[in-house]
T-cell receptor, first 114, second 116 residues
Framework: AQTVTQSQPEMSVQEAETVTLSCTYD???????LFWYKQPPSRQMILVIR??????QNATENRFSVNFQKAAKSFSLKISDSQLGDTAMYFC???????????FGKGTKLSVKP | DAGVIQSPRHEVTEMGQEVTLRCKPI?????LFWYRQTMMRGLELLIY????????DSGMPEDRFSAKMPNASFSTLKIQPSEPRDSAVYFC??????????????FGPGTRLTVL
């Protein structure tokens, strides 16, 4: 069965600085998708970035980028120029295998300090 | 598009009462998911539908929980009778067919349920 592990329950960063959130996963699948979702205090789940496993190029979305290491089964999220609005829970998720749903990690609570 | 719509946003009820949560997926999406989020257990998938048909309900905790999708634009999650341990945030999400069930899911704003 697939598993997703986020080893950092909480992190903090100063405004305008860069922070990296870690995620590892376990799967025997070769083709799958990986996601980072953001959940601000409003509790809305918002897609931040998506990576297709067959693509070697790391996905980027403005200030958000990933470091996808397929062999190591690692999928970290880098947030550059952190803003106060980035304060949220961040969930890593895996999509693939025989299960139809996404497998979510436990989340990392990120606080951006002024 | 308005995105996934859920109602009500907040629900407070007493133990033993019936609770019905509603969801309207994004138009054209063929997959619909119901999740429950608690501090203790995180995000849990309860059930998902493909083209209005329930595919996997293994996450439904008990017979007190039931879900229906009578048409492509509407789904309900019902709890009868409700118990305090059902208190949680319930999310509905939808996903397009082209992307497949392993791809991006778009979440609604959630319903915060409190059972007293």
């Amino acid at each position: 069965a697939q598993t997703v592990t986020q080893s950092q329950p909480e992190m903090s960063v100063q405004e305008a600085e860069t922070v990296t959130l870690s995620c590892t996963y376990d799967t025997s699948e070769n083709n799958y998708y990986l996601f980072w979702y953001k959940q601000p205090p409003s509790r809305q789940m918002i897609l931040v970035i998506r990576q297709e496993a067959y693509k070697q190029q790391n996905a980027t979305e403005n200030r958000f980028s990933v470091n996808f290491q397929k062999a190591a089964k690692s999928f970290s999220l880098k947030i550059s120029d952190s803003q106060l609005g980035d304060t949220a829970m961040y969930f890593c998720a895996f999509g693939g295998g025989s299960q139809g749903n996404l497998i979510f990690g436990k989340g990392t609570k990120l606080s951006v300090k002024p | 598009d308005a995105g996934v719509i859920q109602s009500p946003r907040h629900e407070v009820t007493e133990m033993g009462q019936e609770v019905t949560l509603r969801c309207k997926p994004i138009s054209g999406h063929d997959y619909l998911f119901w999740y429950r989020q608690t501090m203790m257990r995180g995000l849990e998938l309860l059930i998902y539908f493909n083209n209005n048909v329930p595919i996997d309900d293994s996450g439904m905790p008990e017979d007190r929980f039931s879900a229906k999708m009578p048409n492509a634009s509407f789904s309900t999650l019902k709890i009868q009778p409700s118990e305090p341990r059902d208190s949680a945030v319930y999310f509905c999400a939808s996903s397009p067919e082209l992307a497949g069930i392993r791809d991006t899911q778009y979440f609604g704003p959630g319903t915060r349920l409190t059972v007293l």
